[in-house]
């Protein structure tokens, strides 16, 4: 396994982990005074900032754009619905490629209002993927669909494995992948095989880290820090690396009472820390 604690270099900000009040200027300024070496943009940060400005700003810094948060979200009740999800979605590649992301992150949605059909979601997702694939090859963007935990089926993400994540990979072909959320996949009991069944195929496209607290309070914003909850992170480094990803942790922490209220370098030092003795 490479070796985490000489440098934070590995270490990759998602922007959520400051807090919605912090701006991306924030975020990029924190990962130079830590020595961060790696930044995730969510795309509200983008528009807050302007697209060029954003690029320009993370140029500047050196940092490495680890991915874009996110696309995604295209189950509708009808057409016009679908055709705006899809439309979305091409701008969230546009900004991808602007920004040279390692990958767009796809939050791929879940039921429509007042629906009860997830297999009809779950093929709308296919076909938004598809769509926005093919598009996404011809500005050379990268698409990582992020399985998220199952109580997430309803309301934001209804591809809750990575098995099922990649199946759907299967089908669609080149230039898709899987961000594997520690969050989000810990519990699977088929883990271990389906990273190295990613990383086989070569779709291993993001890892993102964050712990599992007991008790969650709010299973949206009550992410733990490295090290305070029950997930085995060194163990799933070893998986994620043994199956040849060589990218970056990237600390993805939705905290709205315990970390987002505190300073910006007091988050990002734990961060670091926690980096080297738990990730
Ligand atoms: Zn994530």
Redesign the pocket.
């Known amino acids: 396994m490479r070796d985490l604690c000489a440098d934070a270099r590995l270490l990759s900000l998602n922007t959520a982990t400051l807090g919605p009040q912090r701006s991306l200027a924030d975020a990029v300024e924190g990962c130079l005074r830590h020595g961060i070496g790696g930044i995730s943009p969510w795309r509200d940060k983008i528009a807050a900032t302007g697209l060029e400005a954003a690029e320009k700003l993370i140029r500047r810094s050196g940092l490495i754009v680890t991915g874009v948060c996110r696309g995604g979200h295209f189950p509708a009740a009808d057409a016009d619905g679908r055709a705006r999800a899809l439309a979305d979605n091409r701008r969230a590649v546009d900004e991808a490629a602007t920004l040279g992301a390692a990958c767009l992150v796809m939050v791929v949605g879940g039921l429509p209002p007042g629906s009860k059909d997830l297999p009809g979601a779950r093929r709308q997702v296919e076909d938004g993927l598809a769509a926005t694939l093919e598009y996404a090859r011809t500005q050379g963007v990268r698409i990582a669909i992020?399985p998220l935990h199952p109580a997430y089926a309803a309301d934001r993400a209804c591809v809750n494995t990575l098995a099922q994540a990649l199946d759907i990979c299967d089908r669609l072909g080149e230039g898709i992948g899987v961000?594997v959320?520690a969050y989000h996949v810990w519990w699977d009991p088929d883990l271990a095989a389906q990273i190295a069944r990613a990383g086989k195929a070569g779709r291993l496209f993001a890892y993102?880290v964050c712990d599992w607290l007991v008790p969650t309070q709010d299973i949206l914003n009550d992410r733990g820090m490295m090290g305070d909850g029950v997930i085995d992170l060194r163990s799933l480094r070893g998986l994620m690396e043994d199956a040849g990803y060589d990218g970056f942790c990237e600390v993805?922490i939705f905290s709205a009472a315990t970390w987002w209220p505190r300073p910006v370098d007091a988050i990002l030092a734990t961060m670091v820390a926690r980096g080297r003795s738990c990730v």
């Open positions: 992020e961000a959320d993102h993805e």
